[in-house]
């Protein structure tokens, strides 16, 4: 019979060691705190959000106010051709009113082009030989168109007051107005002090 020969014992151990509850619960408010940053920034920017819509899409907002005396969605279109008051475009000489309507006007005093009576933006463009302009709509019918603008302020669509400035014109040129009734020049105009009076 053999015999064996027990040189070493070792006994290893493994110990598991279990995190304490005081290490569970600082993980639980890392967390906590973590998410509770992320929604509360994202609700403010959320809220930012939500009240910039309510501000764009409420329907009294200035947005949808015309601020002069034409409001295009009410009953004031039926303004009539004889309640405009229309006013010179720009503070200059006056050089010149053509057997077709059109008024010429220096820009010697000041640069400003202004707007003749109260409407809203209809276009800005520039004419086939370079001129620049702004159509103004006044009522269903009436339309000034201003010629000869260097920079342009407002924009299509913008509802404008009478006087308010909405161009600048070089200095030296010659800004020209015209008065449309239905896509026609009204003629027989004549300036009365800062006034434009017509003869039907």
């Not at 910039?52 to 034409?70: E, G, I, Q, R, W």
């Not at 004889?82 to 503070?91: E, G, V």
Request: proline share 2%; charged share 20%; net charge neutral.
């Amino acid at each position: 019979m053999k015999s064996v020969q027990v040189l070493s014992v070792k006994k290893n151990e493994i110990i598991i060691k279990r995190p304490g509850r005081h290490r569970y619960s600082m993980l639980t408010v890392s967390l906590a705190i973590i998410v509770l940053s992320v929604i509360m920034l994202s609700s403010e920017s959320l809220s930012t959000i939500a009240s910039s819509m309510v501000y764009v899409y409420n329907p009294v907002n200035s947005l949808y106010n015309d601020t002069s005396n034409v409001i295009f969605t009410s009953s004031a279109m039926t303004l009539e051709k004889d309640s405009l008051d229309f006013i010179i475009p720009i503070k200059g000489s006056l050089i010149d009113i053509d057997s077709d309507g059109t008024i010429s006007f220096a820009v010697d005093k000041s640069i400003m082009v202004m707007s003749p009576e109260s409407g809203v933006v209809d276009e800005i463009s520039i004419s086939n030989d370079g001129i620049k302009y702004i159509k103004i709509r006044h009522t269903l019918e009436m339309y000034t168109i201003i010629q000869n603008l260097d920079i342009v302020g407002v924009s299509v669509g913008e509802a404008v007051k009478k006087g308010q400035d909405i161009a600048i014109a070089k200095e030296g040129s010659i800004v020209k107005m015209q008065i449309l009734e239905n896509n026609i020049p009204l003629i027989q105009l004549k300036i009365n002090q800062s006034k434009i009076v017509w003869k039907d």
